[in-house]
């Protein structure tokens, strides 16, 4: 029970699945996407497929909220009837939405904010939102889960699979990824985040098949002998092979608490990873 009005508040780069957005009045703070003839708002006014379906001849530029939508969405918040707030958002390694949420969380005394940097992108930051969800729905005290979510922020993982660098590059989010020549030689690596929150070569295979099952691979390492953990498949333009790889996820890891969920990765980060990513997020429980 939510006795203590605690909102859940998630940036887009979190990348809920929406229909649990829906479910659990979860308030989204939206990233931007920009293009010369005008700025778009991430989820809102632009679709995954509509970036895709611009690339590779047009690549935007993405922007983190203004100050000004920010307090709109506490006004929101406020209105709502809630006292207490749990922002999450991806990694201040990434992006500086984190730290402009906390700027203004300072500026809005009317609520008791607390900003959780996820130092993780995608679904990765968004299974720390569904998470909060659940501590807030089991009637922790609101600072307890404050502290619980902070600490589970390093069992948390997301394993990519790029189609390419050319994105990672183009957009300056390469962090330590090496710029291999990945097209010339056909490697399609797999990047996660370390525990700055900075994007990272965790391995590289040759071809996407080997890509693939490498990381699902990877994901059964991190859930190693746990037996209580939460699990969730994003695309980009590659929804029958995401499906694909949820099916045999079921199988390979039996213990999930819930359904794999699945979901859609987000406008604003598929500008700086390419069309035909697949992310795998895990979120260890016990």
């Known amino acids: 029970?939510?006795?203590?009005?605690?909102?859940?508040?998630?940036?887009?780069?979190?990348?809920?699945?929406?229909?649990?957005?829906?479910?659990?009045?979860?308030?989204?703070?939206?990233?931007?996407?920009?293009?010369?003839?005008?700025?778009?708002?991430?989820?809102?006014?632009?679709s995954t497929d509509q970036v895709i379906q611009r690339m590779p001849g047009e690549i935007p530029t993405t922007s983190l909220p203004d100050g000004q939508a920010i307090i709109r969405v506490f006004d929101e918040?406020?209105?709502?009837?809630?006292?207490?707030?749990?922002?999450?958002?991806?990694s201040s390694g990434l992006s500086g939405t984190c730290n402009m949420v906390r700027l203004m969380a300072e500026e809005y005394p009317s609520l008791e904010i607390f900003v959780l940097d996820t130092k993780n992108i995608g679904i990765?930051?968004?299974?720390?939102?569904?998470?909060?969800?659940?501590?807030?729905?089991?009637?922790?005290?609101?600072?307890?889960?404050?502290?619980q979510l902070t600490n589970e922020v390093p069992r948390n993982k997301v394993f990519f699979s790029v189609a390419t660098l050319e994105y990672l590059q183009k957009g300056g989010r390469i962090?330590?990824?090496?710029?291999?020549?990945?097209?010339?030689?056909?490697?399609?690596?797999?990047i996660s985040c370390n525990d700055e929150g900075v994007y990272y070569t965790?391995?590289?295979?040759?071809?996407?098949?080997?890509?693939?099952a490498k990381?699902?691979?990877?994901?059964?390492?991190?859930?190693?002998?746990?037996?209580?953990?939460?699990?969730?498949?994003?695309h980009a333009g590659a929804e029958n092979e995401a499906r694909a790889i949820l099916h045999q996820l079921e199988k390979m890891l039996p213990h999930t608490v819930e359904p794999i969920l699945?979901?859609?990765?987000?406008?604003?980060?598929?500008?700086?990873?390419?069309?035909?990513?697949?992310?795998?997020?895990?979120?260890?429980?016990?």
């Open 215 to 234: 990381t699902m691979e990877l994901v059964k390492q991190t859930v190693g002998s746990h037996q209580k953990y939460r699990l969730a498949v994003a």
């Open 1 to 46: 029970m939510n006795k203590e009005k605690i909102a859940i508040l998630a940036d887009s780069g979190s990348d809920v699945p929406q229909d649990f957005v829906a479910e659990n009045q979860i308030f989204t703070l939206p990233l931007k996407v920009i293009y010369p003839e005008g700025e778009y708002v991430d989820k809102l006014e632009i």
């Open 175 to 190: 962090g330590l990824v090496t710029a291999i020549l990945g097209t010339a030689l056909k490697l399609n690596p797999i």
């Open 77 to 90: 918040i406020k209105a709502a009837g809630y006292e207490k707030v749990i922002a999450v958002t991806i």
């Open 262 to 286: 699945f979901g859609e990765i987000s406008p604003a980060l598929v500008v700086h990873t390419g069309p035909e990513l697949i992310g795998i997020g895990v979120q260890v429980l016990d």
């Open 202 to 212: 965790v391995a590289k295979s040759r071809g996407r098949a080997k890509s693939l």
């Open 124 to 147: 990765a930051s968004g299974l720390q939102a569904i998470r909060a969800v659940e501590l807030v729905n089991a009637g922790l005290p609101y600072d307890e889960i404050c502290d």
